[in-house]
């Protein structure tokens, strides 16, 4: 199936409609979106959301992807999107497969996991668009309540994505720590991605995470504070395998 669109098109469609909007509206929107945090409500934060954090998005998504083993990308594998908003962070990896010469047809199958109807909803169509090959199936609910029969995967490699997820107050690992132990047999990479808060609260909550998975190892760990480096955010990333040659010693 011919691929239509890519995250680029996407950006430049929402900026598009966000900057057809007042700019009394525009500011309003800005606002609504609470630095990123806000439960988004409207399309218009949608727009809002992409217009002004996508290639944000986008930059600390390209660094993790990097640093995944690259066999992991020359076999069929699945991936599961959890709390995948609008799917920006399943639209990036079909970017980063695609500069990095990978072949985007490795990914049998993924499967989107969102509370939220209208984030799904947006989700659902871009994925469809951007990997038109892939087995998509979605799961409308909190990651705390997905059961281990909610999730049916194509293959033996999963990959987990987490951008701007783990961090979240509301954020349990429940249902991840559910479907892990159901399948232990299978090789699990986590991919964790999120803004790099002071090291007591919410900055914690990464690694309070990545301690309580019992048989995963590090592949990949960075933070920087907004001020420590060139781009204007910041940026907290662990890359976590349950296959032990794969981890941070051996690279």
Known sequence: MLKLLNFDIIIDQASGRYNALS???????????????????????????LYHYGDMHRKKLLRA??????????????????GCGQGIASMVLDEFLVKQKFDTAMISDIILVEPSKLCL????????????????????????????????IQGNTVLHILSNVVDMPEFSG???????SSAKAIRHILVMASPFYPKEGRGKRMDDFCD???????????????????????????ILDNDAKYSHDNL
């Open 23 to 49: 700019e009394t509206m525009q500011q309003d929107l800005k606002e609504s979106l609470s630095n990123g945090k806000a439960l988004l409500k409207s399309s218009y934060q949608l727009d809002a959301y």
């Open 174 to 180: 429940v249902g991840i720590h559910r479907f892990l």
């Open 65 to 82: 992807y990097s640093h995944i083993p690259e066999s992991i990308f020359q076999q069929p594998f699945s991936v599961i999107d959890w």
């Open 121 to 152: 909803r947006r989700a659902i169509g871009y994925i469809e668009w951007t990997l038109p090959n892939a087995l998509l199936t979605t799961i409308n609910k909190k990651e705390e309540n997905v059961g281990s029969a909610d999730i049916c």
């Open 212 to 238: 309580s998975l019992n048989g995963f190892h590090p592949i990949y760990s960075f933070q920087k504070h907004i001020d420590e480096w060139k781009e204007d955010f910041s940026c907290q990333i662990r």
